[in-house]
T-cell receptor, first 116, second 109 residues
């Protein structure tokens, strides 16, 4: 099983450029989310989705867009990259529904983004 | 608001026992989870406590006291491979998790 797959693994952008971080999962999980991880700050939620066609903002959504057209895919778009968006980005998914009350998050391997 | 507190670093020797504490303040609470992350890797799930008490999984145990908004992760018979960062996380009344800042555990030979 592939689990949660993120691409690319590394990316360098110049200020003002845009790009899309890809995330796909093959576990049929309804819930998908994006986190950013910065030193000493843990994981902070950017956006999340509880199913195809449904997205919502997390703790730090500014500068990012998401869409969820299928259950499997949850891309994260940086509209105009800024140095403050230099971070490690993780996509995570989990099962929802009855019997999945305490289902854990499954993380991808991360995308390391540098904005110069 | 929601916040979690953990020690930033803990150091112990191989074979020892170490406890990593977590205190939390959240607007809702559906349980406390623990995740492990090795350098350069992805967080991976270790344990979950929905009710007060101790949960044991091999060398790892996790404890929760909801009345004290407090939990801990206990690692026994430490091994070098346990050197990693450990995060506590609270699931609030939605589907989302709020993570603590992480505790970096260094295991010395």
């Amino acid at each position: 099983n592939a689990g949660v797959t993120q691409t690319p693994k590394f990316q360098v952008l110049k200020t003002g450029q845009s790009m899309t971080l890809q995330c796909a999962q093959d576990m049929n999980h309804e819930y998908m989310s994006w986190y950013r991880q910065d030193p000493g700050m843990g994981l902070r939620l950017i956006h999340y989705s509880v199913g195809a066609g449904i997205t919502d903002q997390g703790e730090v959504p500014n500068g990012y867009n998401v869409s969820r057209s299928t259950t499997e895919d949850f891309p994260l778009r940086l509209l105009s990259a800024a140095p403050s968006q230099t971070s490690v980005y993780f996509c995570a998914s989990r099962q929802l529904g009855t019997g999945a009350f305490n289902s854990p998050l499954h993380f991808g391997n991360g995308t390391r983004l540098t904005v110069t | 608001g929601q916040s979690l507190e953990q020690p930033s670093e803990v150091t112990a020797v191989e074979g020892a026992i170490v406890q990593i504490n977590c205190t939390y303040q959240t607007s809702g609470f559906y349980g406390l989870s623990w995740y492990q992350q090795h350098d350069g890797g992805a967080p991976t799930f270790l344990s979950y406590n929905g009710l007060d008490g101790l949960e044991e999984t091999g060398r790892f145990s996790s404890f929760l006291s909801r009345s004290d908004s407090y939990g801990y992760l206990l690692l026994q018979e430490l091994q070098m491979k346990d050197s990693a960062s450990y995060f506590c996380a609270v699931r609030n009344y939605g589907q989302n998790f709020v993570f603590g800042p992480g505790t970096r555990l260094s295991v010395l030979p």
